[in-house]
């Protein structure tokens, strides 16, 4: 059985920086496994933050989070991370880690997911 756990949320203020890691267990994703990042707000549909691949890789991300947000993975630890800096209350949500064989930015080309991790940003 896949899991996906993700950790690093909390409670941090504007301007501040939090950095989300997701391990991954249950099966070796291989490299053409592309890791991506989602959140969703309170009364808002899941929407895409950030993405990569394994081979390059190649690094994917929403406008609103671009030049903010890093993300990076670790193949040989099936882990992928997400250093946010520069936080704005805007990007308080929870945050899941997922993974995909098909699209980058499509919540419905993901197959797995972690149970998510609350990130709060106070003003």
């Known amino acids: 059985q896949v899991q996906m756990v993700e950790s690093g949320g909390g409670l941090v203020q504007a301007g501040g920086s939090l950095r989300l890691s997701c391990a991954a267990s249950?099966?070796?994703?291989?490299?053409?496994?592309?890791m991506g990042w989602f959140r969703q707000a309170p009364g808002k549909e899941r929407e895409f933050v950030a993405a990569?691949?394994?081979?390059?890789?190649?690094?994917y991300y929403a406008d609103s989070v671009r030049g903010r947000f890093t993300i990076s993975r670790d193949n040989a630890k099936n882990t992928v991370y997400l250093q946010m800096n520069s936080l704005k209350p805007e990007d308080t949500a929870v945050y899941y880690c997922a993974a995909s064989t098909k699209g980058i930015s499509a919540a419905s080309d993901y197959s797995y997911w972690g149970q998510g991790t609350q990130v709060t940003v106070s003003s």
């Open positions: 990569i691949t394994g081979i390059g890789p190649k690094t």
């Open positions: 249950g099966r070796t994703f291989s490299i053409y496994t592309i």
